[in-house]
Nanobody, 124 residues
Framework: QVQLVESGGGLVQPGDSLKLSCKASGFNLRYYAIGWFRQVPGKEREGVACIGSADLRPYYVESVKGRFTISRDNAKNTVYLQMNNLKPEDTAVYYC?????????????????WGQGTLVTVAS
């Protein structure tokens, strides 16, 4: 079964860290650009971080630069999002998607596979 499964979300306090995982099954994730997106109820889903299939520099939405790091472990068929110094405004459902980003852009409508999402809540 071809799927992406996110995990690692939870409830944390401002300033804490979380590491999200996006594990692929049924296909080799190394050949695809993977993006992390997030959505708050009532708002549009936004791109957060993107890592290309080749050795390309990842990119981030301005609001998370310096705090979030996207990486991939092709041996584990997994992409990660390390989130440090979390803020209440980072609260959202986080999704990963295949081929939804490249060349410093976000292309959600072109994604061919989405995960089910994992909830991150940052509150004191």
């Amino acid at each position: 079964q071809v799927q992406l499964v996110e995990s690692g979300g939870g409830l944390v306090q401002p300033g804490d860290s979380l590491k999200l995982s996006c594990k692929a099954s049924g296909f080799n994730l190394r050949y695809y650009a993977i993006g992390w997106f997030r959505q708050v109820p009532g708002k549009e889903r936004e791109g957060v971080a993107c890592i290309g299939s080749a050795d390309l520099r990842p990119y981030y939405v301005e609001s998370v630069k310096g705090r979030f790091t996207i990486s991939r472990d092709n041996a584990k068929n997994t992409v990660y999002l390390q989130m440090n110094n979390l803020k209440p405004e980072d609260t959202a459902v986080y999704y990963c998607a295949a081929d939804a980003c490249w060349n410093n852009g976000w292309y959600q409508k072109l994604a061919w596979l989405w995960g089910q999402g994992t909830l991150v809540t940052v509150a004191s």
